[in-house]
């Protein structure tokens, strides 16, 4: 088994992580590869070959993330396009995506024995057309917001699905995403939670100046336009994945559609995805009612 790693150096402990995810995946007969960024770091290990990181993920059968959910998103864009099965191990504090925490680094064992399941996530096609029809084209594996600058005070936001309006309204922004983006930035803006493999794309508005401001879940066949209407010489973001990619005027749009492209993200725990809720959001809250606070 060809395995790639991508490890996040920014987490704590992320260097002696990796470092046990290879003597692990080595004793099970592994071929290792890195991004020859990280040779000078990882030069020490036995058995791992440094190489492009373009020619790492072509040849992996399996791309291993250490880090958090933002070392999947990235290696989710990366791999998807050849249809790489990610496996996360969270370094990181939420880890929705994560199959494994960083304690459970002796599950890896079953990846050898096929012990898993993969999870199939739909992921977004991200199109802005300018006022002259000129287009920039992005992926996205959680979401796409579009948000006031700040240099806009007051922004308007029209959002249509296949050329009928669903929403006018006066707001910080609106977010558009997976069923996987729905713990993101979404639920922080009182989004539902989706199971994340279903195949639907989430609105959801931010901040809006109404008494009746509701999440809608839309069929995956929508095909979403979003408009922002700024007080002149202002602007709004377009952010793909938490990620600023373009500053947006008046006459601008973005769309946004259902991608060809899927990510199967492997869950060796099985229910990763539930125990991550109960873990991570439930009991937290739990603990504290039972300690009056």
Same mark, same amino acid.
Request: aromatic share 8%; charged share 25%; proline share 2%.
């Given at each position: @088994?060809?395995?790639?790693?991508?490890?996040?150096? /920014?987490?704590?402990?992320?260097?002696?992580?990796?470092?046990?995810?290879?003597?692990?995946?080595?004793?099970?007969?592994?071929?290792?590869? @890195?991004?020859?960024?990280?040779? &000078?770091?990882?030069? $020490?290990?036995?058995?791992?070959?440094?190489?492009? +990181?373009?020619? $790492?993920?072509?040849? $992996?059968?399996?791309?291993?993330?250490?880090?958090?959910?933002?070392?999947?998103?990235?290696?989710?864009?990366?791999?998807?396009?050849?249809?790489?099965?990610?496996?996360?191990?969270?370094?990181?504090?939420?880890?929705? @995506?994560?199959?494994? +925490?960083?304690?459970?680094?002796?599950?890896l064992d079953k990846l050898f024995s096929k012990e898993y399941t993969l999870s199939r996530r739909m992921m977004l096609d991200v199109k802005i057309v300018n006022e002259h029809g000129d287009e920039e084209k992005y992926t996205a594996l959680n979401d796409v917001a579009v948000t006031k600058a700040d240099d806009c005070k007051?922004?308007?936001? +029209?959002?249509?699905?296949?050329?009928? %309006?669903?929403?006018?309204?006066?707001? &910080?922004? %609106?977010?558009?995403?997976?069923?996987?983006?729905?713990?993101?930035?979404?639920?922080?803006?009182?989004?539902?939670?989706? +199971?994340?493999?279903?195949?639907?794309?989430?609105?959801?508005?931010?901040?809006?100046?109404?008494?009746?401001?509701?999440?809608?879940?839309?069929?995956? &066949?929508?095909?979403?336009?979003?408009?922002?209407?700024?007080?002149?010489?202002?602007?709004?973001?377009?952010?793909?994945?938490?990620?600023?990619?373009?500053?947006?005027?008046?006459?601008?749009?973005? %769309?946004?559609?259902?991608?060809? !492209? !899927? %990510? &199967?993200?492997?869950?060796?725990?099985?229910?990763?995805?539930?125990?991550?809720?109960?873990?991570?959001?439930?009991?937290?809250?739990?603990?504290?009612?039972? /300690?009056?606070?």
């Amino acid at each position: @088994m060809k395995i790639f790693l991508y490890p996040n150096l /920014d987490k704590t402990n992320c260097f002696e992580y990796t470092s046990a995810t290879c003597e692990i995946l080595r004793r099970n007969g592994a071929l290792l590869s @890195m991004s020859e960024k990280y040779r &000078d770091v990882f030069n $020490c290990l036995e058995g791992l070959f440094f190489k492009p +990181e373009e020619k $790492c993920i072509k040849e $992996c059968d399996i791309i291993v993330a250490i880090g958090g959910d933002g070392t999947i998103l990235k290696c989710a864009i990366k791999g998807s396009a050849l249809c790489k099965p990610i496996l996360g191990i969270n370094c990181g504090r939420l880890g929705f @995506m994560a199959s494994l +925490e960083h304690s459970q680094l002796e599950l890896l064992d079953k990846l050898f024995s096929k012990e898993y399941t993969l999870s199939r996530r739909m992921m977004l096609d991200v199109k802005i057309v300018n006022e002259h029809g000129d287009e920039e084209k992005y992926t996205a594996l959680n979401d796409v917001a579009v948000t006031k600058a700040d240099d806009c005070k007051i922004a308007d936001f +029209e959002v249509s699905k296949n050329n009928s %309006v669903i929403s006018s309204l006066r707001a &910080d922004g %609106v977010i558009l995403s997976t069923a996987t983006g729905a713990t993101a930035y979404s639920m922080s803006a009182g989004g539902p939670i989706i +199971e994340p493999e279903m195949e639907c794309i989430e609105f959801t508005q931010i901040c809006a100046h109404s008494l009746f401001a509701r999440s809608m879940v839309l069929s995956a &066949d929508s095909v979403i336009n979003v408009k922002c209407h700024t007080n002149s010489n202002s602007h709004a973001w377009v952010t793909v994945d938490g990620n600023n990619v373009y500053k947006l005027s008046a006459n601008d749009r973005v %769309v946004v559609l259902k991608s060809a !492209y !899927y %990510v &199967d993200i492997i869950d060796i725990c099985g229910g990763s995805f539930f125990s991550s809720i109960n873990k991570k959001l439930m009991q937290p809250l739990k603990a504290a009612a039972e /300690d009056g606070i």
